[in-house]
């Protein structure tokens, strides 16, 4: 199967070791699956070389382009100007570290005929075991106050329908976005079906959303949204 176009776009902050490879796999991958294709790199105000990298391969590769922060705007900033920088119908979006096969969204794509959001989950989540607890514990809370059902709300390896984001007024510039963004897509009566996909150990570079001023920050926005819609 195949869409007819596709937006595929990567934050990066502080992702020069993985960049060029990540982009290069999108570019050897997304073909076989979208006749038409864009792939944006998001650099998030980093201070490596990730901007020049990304820079080199915009002017190689004409469906490449970088949109750029001059400053760290965090995860939830980066994949906003993601969203709204993607062109096509159908917006695929994954993290940059190279923790996901990009071939695997071919799993995905049966999921789009009949769904909005159509979004991976990791089967065995290979991340240290002091991430794996929070997330269980984040996800439970975010199950109970929402009342939102899904496998892994954070898995960053989903199929968008464009008309999703243009109706959803997304405001978190924390790791919360992908729960704000699925709260309120199932608000407004988007349908949501997930497929299980495999995740792998990073090899290169560090994580960072899960410092302390992350997490604080994304469960500010998660208890701010809960009022808002009480």
Same mark, same amino acid.
């Given at each position: ?5 596709l937006?595929v ?9 993985n960049?060029? %490879? ?13 006749? %038409? ?12 070389r ?12 004409? &469906? ?15 994949? /906003? ?48 075991i002091?991430?794996?607890? &929070?997330?269980k514990?984040?996800n ?30 997304? /405001? ?7 729960? %704000?963004?699925?709260?309120?897509? /199932?608000?407004?009566? #988007? ?11 990073? %090899? ?12 604080? &920050?994304? #469960? ?11």
């Amino acid at each position: 199967m195949k869409l007819a176009n596709l937006s595929v776009f990567f934050p990066a902050y502080n992702e020069e070791t993985n960049v060029v %490879e990540t982009v290069e796999e999108a570019l050897a991958t997304i073909p076989k699956y979208a006749d %038409e294709f864009e792939v944006i790199i998001i650099n998030d105000g980093s201070k490596d070389r990730t901007k020049e990298l990304s820079e080199g391969l915009s002017s190689k590769y004409d &469906n490449v382009r970088l949109v750029n922060h001059d400053v760290n705007r965090g995860y939830g900033g980066a994949l /906003k100007t993601g969203f709204e920088s993607a062109k096509y119908d159908f917006v695929f979006f994954s993290d940059i570290d190279r923790q996901f096969k990009l071939a695997e969204i071919e799993r995905l794509l049966p999921l789009t005929e009949y769904s909005d959001i159509s979004a991976g989950y990791r089967m065995k989540r290979n991340d240290p075991i002091h991430r794996l607890i &929070n997330a269980k514990a984040y996800n439970i809370l975010v199950r109970i106050l929402f009342g939102l059902k899904v496998h892994d709300i954070d898995c960053a390896f989903k199929i968008i329908k464009k008309k999703v984001l243009d109706s959803v007024d997304l /405001k978190s510039e924390s790791q919360f976005i992908s729960a %704000e963004l699925l709260i309120k897509a /199932k608000k407004k009566g #988007f349908t949501l079906n997930e497929l299980g996909v495999h995740h792998y150990s990073r %090899e290169t570079g560090k994580p960072t959303g899960n410092s302390i001023k992350a997490v604080v &920050n994304s #469960f500010k926005e998660l208890f701010k949204l809960w009022k808002e819609l009480k």
